[in-house]
C-alpha cells in the first residue's frame, strides 16, 4: 500500500505562484509514476502533470505547460507542483495520484492510488 498526503493550497492573486507538496509513504518502491490531477465541482478530473517514479521524465497537460512544473525530492518522497503564473480558471482541488504500473500515465484509471486534494483559489 502507499499513502499519499498533499499540502500548500491556498487563495493567490492571478499572476501568483503556489507550490504544492505530495508526500509518499508506504511500499513507496514499487511505484513507477506519480502525477497531479486537478477537478471543479460538476466536471470530470483533469490529468495536469505526470513524471516516473525512479528517473526524470516528466510530461505536463498543454494548459499548464510552461506555466507548473512537475518535481522530486527522493530523499524527502516528496513530489512537489511548483505553478506559476496562475490563473482564476486554475481553481480546483489538485489530488496527487500514484501508479505501479505505468511510466508516463495521464489517465484517472492508470492510476492505484489517490491522495485526498489540496484546494487551490486563484482570485482575479
Known amino acids: 500500500q502507499v499513502q499519499l498526503v498533499e499540502s500548500g493550497g491556498g487563495l493567490v492573486q492571478a499572476g501568483g505562484s503556489l507550490r504544492l507538496s505530495c508526500v509518499a509513504s508506504?511500499?513507496?518502491?514499487?511505484?513507477?509514476?506519480i502525477a497531479w490531477f486537478r477537478q471543479v465541482p460538476g466536471k470530470e478530473r483533469e490529468f495536469v502533470a505526470t513524471?516516473?517514479?525512479?528517473?526524470?521524465?516528466?510530461y505536463a497537460a498543454d494548459s499548464v505547460k510552461g506555466r507548473f512544473t512537475i518535481s522530486r525530492d527522493n530523499a524527502k518522497r516528496t513530489v512537489y507542483l511548483q505553478m506559476d503564473s496562475l490563473k482564476p480558471e486554475d481553481t480546483a482541488v489538485y489530488y496527487c495520484?500514484?501508479?505501479?504500473?505505468?511510466?508516463?500515465?495521464?489517465?484517472?484509471?492508470?492510476?492505484?492510488?489517490w491522495g485526498q486534494g489540496t484546494q487551490v483559489t486563484v482570485s482575479s
Open positions: 495520484a500514484a501508479t505501479l504500473r505505468f511510466t508516463r500515465a495521464t489517465r484517472q484509471y492508470e492510476f492505484d492510488y
Open positions: 508506504g511500499r513507496t518502491f514499487s511505484l513507477a509514476g
Open positions: 513524471r516516473t517514479w525512479s528517473d526524470d521524465g516528466t
